[in-house]
Nanobody
Framework: PVTLVESGGGSVHVGGSLSLSCVVT????????LGWVRQVPGKQREAVAA???????SYADSVKGRATIARVSAKRTLYLHIDNLRPEDTGMYYC?????????????????????WGQGTQVTVSS
């Protein structure tokens, strides 16, 4: 298992940008697929983006063209940057790890289910 700690959330105006970070510590995090998932109260969790150890990425259609996911293994850190923020980007953003190491899947997910989760960081986009 790994431990994930997010930072960088906050309140942003529509059209603005936001960057989130996630520090990953524990057993061999470099081989894991890592991703960002967001959730609004009363709704299901929605994948945002994922990246595997080879650098392959997957994005949800809702953020494609506006979001960039990256990881720096030496820093054990995962990043997410979103431009042109919309009100529907509001939510609790979670960093997550898939220890199965099968790589990325479709629509912003890792191929297998996430096994480890951070505590989340709130992002609020308002006009």
């Amino acid at each position: 298992p790994v431990t994930l700690v997010e930072s960088g959330g906050g309140s942003v105006h529509v059209g603005g940008s936001l960057s989130l970070s996630c520090v990953v510590t524990g057993d061999r995090p470099g081989g894991y697929c890592l991703g960002w998932v967001r959730q609004v109260p009363g709704k299901q969790r929605e994948a945002v983006a994922a990246i595997d150890s080879d650098g392959d990425v997957s994005y949800a259609d809702s953020v494609k063209g506006r979001a960039t996911i990256a990881r720096v293994s030496a820093k054990r850190t995962l990043y997410l940057h979103i431009d042109n923020l919309r009100p529907e980007d509001t939510g609790m953003y979670y960093c997550a790890a898939d220890s199965a190491m099968y790589g990325v899947g479709k629509s912003g997910w890792c191929y297998s289910q996430y096994t480890d989760w951070g505590q989340g960081t709130q992002v609020t986009v308002s006009s």
